[in-house]
């Protein structure tokens, strides 16, 4: 650290060099208050305070004088150092001093450090969102691609043109696609018997269920249809084929006549 005293004093000099020598603060001394350069302290002795006081304040960390007396209220000092003053007064004042500025550097480069975080976390979210930003229009670009296929799009159904004809035979004639499709299923052949099911028993199935609703054709009476006997299901497809006021008829318990032909005679 250094100090510059502003003094015109002999005794005050070797005592302020003796002390500086003990807490290895370089020592400067001059008897005017022209100053050029910066200084970690600057003590001036009482005959030298005068209207450039506050002005060389600026030019040091810390800034103090020699008196007998306060100094005025526009003279704004850091530390005093009553006059007449021992080397020990002089030692317990400058190092407490030096704590002080010890502090105050350390509370900066905290405040800095402080500062400098948020800033990394203000950075860390600028990317979080560009990154967002950049998965948003990678999404929009993907919307726009013609080889994506909608749901809207399947339920309008339609007909396939030549483009999504020619899609299809590119992801048919694919090779990476089919070894994908190898690897994701296993072959017929490893699956038990059971896990399969013969066409002709499915085939037999089938008429099974159905065989309730078979009627005799060498039978010349009316058949009779009793609806209650079946779900809503069943009955749906017949339903739909008759008008409200059938359907109000049935609700009400009236029997209906329904003849059924291939062609009208």
């Not at 209207?51 to 100094?71: D, P, T, V």
């Not at 007064?89 to 400098?116: C, G, H, P, W």
Request: with cysteine; hydrophobic share 35%.
């Amino acid at each position: 650290m250094t100090l510059l005293l502003i003094t015109k004093t002999n005794m005050v000099v070797k005592i302020f060099d003796l002390i500086c020598t003990k807490l290895e603060i370089k020592l400067f001394v001059q008897d005017n208050t022209s100053i050029s350069k910066n200084y970690d302290f600057i003590v001036v002795d009482q005959d030298l305070v005068d209207e450039k006081f506050n002005i060389i304040k600026q030019m040091s960390s810390k800034i103090g004088a020699i008196s007998n007396e306060e100094l005025p209220f526009d003279k704004s000092r850091d530390f005093l150092i009553s006059r007449p003053f021992l080397p020990h007064d002089l030692y317990t004042i400058l190092l407490e001093q030096i704590e002080n500025v010890k502090e105050e550097a350390k509370q900066e480069r905290d405040s800095k450090n402080k500062f400098s975080h948020e800033d990394d976390e203000i950075e860390g979210i600028s990317d979080y969102i560009e990154t967002l930003a950049d998965d948003i229009a990678y999404d929009i670009e993907d919307e726009g691609d013609e080889s994506i296929i909608s749901i809207a799009a399947l339920k309008n159904g339609g007909i396939l043109d030549k483009s999504e004809l020619g899609k299809i035979n590119s992801i048919l004639n694919d090779d990476n696609l089919q070894e994908r499709f190898q690897k994701e299923f296993v072959d017929e052949s490893e699956m038990s018997e059971t896990d399969w099911k013969d066409l002709s028993q499915i085939i037999d199935d089938a008429l099974g269920e159905v065989s309730e609703y078979e009627f005799d054709l060498n039978n010349n009476e009316p058949y009779e249809l009793i609806l209650n006997k079946y779900n809503i299901d069943e009955l749906r497809p017949l339903l739909t084929k008759c008008n409200q006021s059938i359907i109000d008829r049935l609700s009400q318990g009236n029997v209906i006549d329904l003849r059924l032909s291939l062609n009208k005679g």
